[in-house]
């Protein structure tokens, strides 16, 4: 049981190490992307092509995976619950409806 609970924490953490490596890559690769949108690499020529969205688009997009994984981080025991009970009640039915079924195929015979 201890080393069940060292192992959970351990993936904790990791977890945890994951999200906060991604703020600094999200932070620049924001910028970079805006600053390429804006013209600052190309002198203009190619990024006035790119629609206006597109930076909005990408900033927020990645924004809100980032924040996605920070609710499932805080809040990760809820959804795991839920889940892994779901999961039970499906094993569950399909087990009765195989037993079901053999004590049905095993009256007749």
Request: hydrophobic share 35%.
């Amino acid at each position: 049981m201890k080393n069940s609970n060292y192992e959970e924490a351990l993936k904790r953490v990791k977890q945890l190490k994951d999200f906060y490596n991604h703020i600094p890559v999200y932070i620049i690769l924001s910028a970079l992307y805006v600053a390429f949108c804006l013209g600052v690499f190309d002198g203009g020529s190619f990024s006035q092509h790119i629609p206006f969205w597109s930076p909005l688009c990408m900033v927020g997009g990645y924004g809100l995976s980032l924040l996605g994984y920070y609710i499932y981080l805080k809040h990760g025991s809820i959804f795991e619950s839920y889940y892994k009970n779901w999961e039970k009640r499906k094993i569950k039915e399909y087990l009765d409806q195989e037993i079901h079924a053999e004590t049905k195929t095993s009256r007749w015979e």
